[in-house]
């Protein structure tokens, strides 16, 4: 045997060894199977860190490689930091969107706010308005963005009113097309399964599950005091057209659903957000939301 030949066979026992071991490395795989073959390979310490946000003023190469942090978060207005994740290399995996301010940093298009946009009735403009956010967030070097957010908001006292497209739910449901606009439209048999199209989009986030439009005396994240049927129609609904047209994210509310707050709401959360509704992208905790269920 030639020295080359030899070198070629060891290398493609390697290959087919390593193939074998990291069956979630390979994209012939059925996506069920590598999950459950990466889970099984990941330390708790992992799974700690892929699950945990770090701002981005605390996060270098070190903090990132020693606690394997899952994402990194580019605080609202924060230009320093912004130049400090590119001057160490950090992948930006989170951003606030303009809602929050951090598109604006760069010069971006400000478009009208949500209350606005609801009165137009114009899903097609709405789509539009997602695929520009879109090419504008996705030019700084974020994948994400914490939008749109599908409040139906019942009482105009609350102070985040006007992030609500509507206080009619048919309105903030026909509204969810902003989602195609953010990350393109998946084909009907991909309906329903998170999806970004390419990297000209970016994963959308339908925010704040659920009902925090309802709080009372639209008090800021209080509690929504209204039965089961009620909430589904009013405040779940636009959820279900927003998971169905593929939305990647749910970022869960700070508010309380009859006294018990959304953030500790294994009912709604995992049984009826992810069993029922049958969403599979990642849900995501509001800032410091785990931290709020207790006090201290
Ligand atoms: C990305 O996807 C969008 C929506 O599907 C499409 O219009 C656009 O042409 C694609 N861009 C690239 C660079 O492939
Ligand atoms: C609602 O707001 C009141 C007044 O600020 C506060 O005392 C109460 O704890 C809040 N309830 C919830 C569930 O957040």
Redesign the pocket.
Known sequence: MERGAVISLFLSLFVSVVASADIYKDPSQNVEIRVQDLLSKMTLAEKIGQMTQIELKVADNTVMQNYFIGSVLSGGGNLQSAALATRLQIPMIYGIDAVHGHNNLYGATIFPHNVGLGCTRDPDLLKRIGAATALEVRATGIPYVFAPCIATCRDPRWGRCYESYSESTDVVKSMTDFIFGLQ??PVSKTMGIPFV?????VAACAKHFVGDGGTMNGINENNTIIDYNGLVSIHMAPYVDAIAKGVSTIMVSYSSWNGEKMHANRFLVTEVLKSNLKFQGFVISDWEGIDRITNP
Do not use: H, R, T, V
């Open positions: 393109g439209e199209a390419n990297s000209s989009k």
